[in-house]
């Protein structure tokens, strides 16, 4: 295993930091890595009691289109992530999930990024409020199928690693 010999802040945003490490091999060879840290993430798959899952549309200057996506956000600091899954399913959609449980908490890549995703399932909702961040438009929200969503997960309709994740261990652990 490298021993890190240098740590360096290249970069500190309001949204992430990126910081460079230098490793030495035993071998003696050097290398660098540039880690993006942007904290903790929750996305919450909310299903209904027809089985369907809430998804919103909004566009993602990221990738340059309009995305289909779980409500999702980040962390704050010293939030338990449960409480971010509830406070986002509620800012983004306008639901209070009665009964919200963990599904799974991943990396989202290991390779240059410190971020872990905590997956909440969120079912039997009472009616809250919309309240976005001054970043966020929330374009509609719909409703589908399960069973289209696993479809879409599996052809790849689905783009995002996170949603495909929750469905799939959803279809995995509740559907069967």
């Known amino acids: 295993m490298a021993k890190l010999i240098n740590e360096e802040e290249m970069f500190n945003g309001p949204r992430?930091?990126?910081?460079?490490?230098?490793?030495?091999?035993?071998?003696?060879?050097?290398?660098?890595?540039?880690?993006?840290?942007?904290?903790?993430?929750?996305?919450?798959?909310?299903?209904?009691?027809?089985?369907?899952?809430?998804?919103?549309k909004q566009y993602r200057e990221a990738v340059g289109k309009i995305c289909v996506e779980l409500p999702a956000g980040m962390v704050d600091l010293g939030e338990e992530p449960i409480n971010t899954a509830r406070r986002e399913l509620e800012e983004e959609t306008g639901l209070i999930a009665k009964n919200i449980e963990h599904l799974v908490t991943m990396f989202s890549s290991t390779g240059y990024t410190s971020e872990k995703i905590h997956i909440y399932l969120a079912r039997d909702f009472e009616k809250g409020k919309v309240h976005l961040d001054d970043t966020e438009e929330i374009l509609d929200v719909v409703k589908i199928p399960i069973e289209e969503c696993v479809r879409?997960?599996?052809?790849?309709?689905?783009?995002?690693?996170s949603q495909i994740i929750a469905i799939l261990i959803y279809n995995q652990k509740y559907m069967k």
């Open 16 to 56: 992430f930091n990126v910081v460079r490490k230098i490793y030495e091999r035993e071998d003696g060879k050097q290398f660098l890595r540039d880690i993006v840290n942007p904290g903790d993430a929750v996305v919450v798959l909310p299903i209904t009691e027809n089985n369907e899952v809430i998804f919103e």
């Open 152 to 161: 879409k997960a599996v052809s790849g309709e689905l783009e995002s690693a």
